[in-house]
């Protein structure tokens, strides 16, 4: 490794994303076997001239000298990701593991090692925040985007203490009836040195470092104790949707922390919804499903979330312990195009096998009036309400009676159009 910056080298920066999960779910035997199984596809897939080596417990650099010509290196960890979009079966268990790739491609000779290290780390690290099996090549402008980062990071641990979160909540319509069906809580951060830090710059962040456990606790706190208090209010009954991390569904308690919360505020289970992504059920099947199969036992209604953004088929939904499919924009957005069968489909899938289903991202009325004659059931989204404060449901609830007096949707409708899927 003392010649990293010989002429013509790629380096790349591997990271098994979200490996920490696997010591939250399983001991450290289980995890040391997950780190053998990803070693021996890394080396494989660098054949042949690419060469391993483990540089921390769940990071690898993989170099390959003399790669010819410059932007082979893009290829080399296209290739690698390919390599692992196929599933690991481990002690029975079949799970996905996603990487992320940092590449330095044909740093200079005299570049020192730490410091090629710590650039393709931070092209790691801006990969990961585009999605999973990502790779980033460096540049001197991901340095800037490291540090906020790191701002973001050091800053969030206060924020606890400061009191800087706030739960807004977005309305969930029912489309048979015309009416509000209950809210989706979702967090909103406002910093006292970094201004509103949106969700999808922070949440990652939080569950990097476990403070999602935390933080997710005082959502689901929070929030049902909302719903109790629109019931003491004499609405009812509505219902209320968490997101919840895999982090906090892995908590040993979890499940008890639920029920707890439940019967302290003498909420009936099947009000609360907890949304969990696609992305992370299927990662981690196996895994995840005894603790959904939990919650539906006490009543607690389970909710797929961004379906279609991550690897299930159709296949799949008759297998999952699910009551709703929350339909992803990106299905949405094809109403009214060629590529609108696929929304039918899915729909006409959802009626067969008694799954509810929420439309997200409703922007138009034509898509509200499609989703009406397909028998959708509810719908979210811009073109009705964005998300508003504890203050603002409670208005919005107490003129629902006339509002919904002519047929939905109402005359009037926010110009801001950005932002529709949100997060948390």
């Not at 800053?155 to 009836?177: G, K, S, T, V």
């Not at 910093?191 to 403070?211: C, D, Q, R």
């Not at 959502?219 to 209320?240: D, H, I, Q, T, W």
């Not at 949707?241 to 302290?264: A, H, K």
């Amino acid at each position: 490794m003392s010649k990293y910056g010989a002429q013509n080298t790629a380096i790349l920066y591997v990271d098994i994303d979200k490996f920490r999960y696997i010591h939250v779910i399983e001991d450290h035997d289980y995890a040391d076997l997950v780190l053998t199984k990803v070693s021996e596809r890394l080396v494989a897939l660098a054949q042949p001239k690419g060469k391993v080596y483990h540089l921390s417990e769940d990071k690898f650099i993989v170099l390959f000298p003399n790669t010819c010509r410059r932007g082979m290196s893009e290829v080399l960890a296209a290739n690698i990701l390919a390599g692992f979009k196929e599933r690991f079966e481990i002690l029975g268990n079949e799970i996905y593991i996603n990487l992320n790739i940092g590449i330095v491609d044909n740093p200079p000779v005299d570049m020192p090692v730490s410091k090629i290290i710590t650039a393709a780390e931070v092209a790691m690290h801006h990969a990961q925040q585009k999605g999973k099996n990502q790779y980033s090549v460096y540049s001197p402008s991901l340095s800037q985007a490291l540090k906020q980062r790191t701002d973001i990071q050091n800053h969030l641990r206060l924020a606890f203490e400061r009191n800087e979160f706030e739960i807004y909540y977005q309305p969930i319509l029912d489309l048979d009836f015309d009416s509000i069906d209950g809210f989706e809580a979702l967090i909103r951060w406002k910093s006292k040195e970094l201004g509103e830090v949106p969700p999808s710059y922070f949440i990652e962040i939080a569950e990097n470092t476990h403070l999602i456990e935390h933080l997710g606790t005082w959502v689901l706190r929070k929030s049902c104790a909302f719903l109790k208090k629109l019931e003491k209010m004499g609405y009812s009954p509505l219902n209320m949707s968490v997101n919840v991390s895999v982090v906090q569904l892995m908590q040993d308690d979890f499940v008890t922390t639920v029920q707890e919360t439940l019967e302290f505020l003498d909420l009936s289970p099947e009000h609360l919804e907890l949304e969990i992504t696609e992305s992370t059920l299927m990662q981690s099947y196996d895994l995840v499903l005894p603790k959904l199969k939990q919650l539906r036992d006490i009543g607690v209604r389970i909710a797929l979330d961004d379906f279609g953004t991550g690897y299930s088929s159709l296949s799949y939904l008759s297998q999952l312990p699910i009551n709703t499919l929350k339909l992803d924009k990106s299905f949405i957005d094809k109403i009214g195009t060629d590529h609108e069968s696929l929304t039918e489909s899915l729909l006409y899938l959802c009626k067969q096998l008694d799954i509810t289903i929420v439309a997200e991202g409703v922007e138009k009325d034509s898509q509200v009036s499609y989703l009406k004659r397909m028998n959708c059931d509810k719908m979210q989204g811009f073109l009705f309400s964005k998300p508003m404060t504890e203050a603002d449901a409670i208005t919005l609830l107490k003129s629902a009676s006339t509002m919904f007096d002519e047929p939905f949707p109402p005359q009037s409708k926010p110009d801001d159009k950005k932002n529709n899927n949100e997060e948390r």
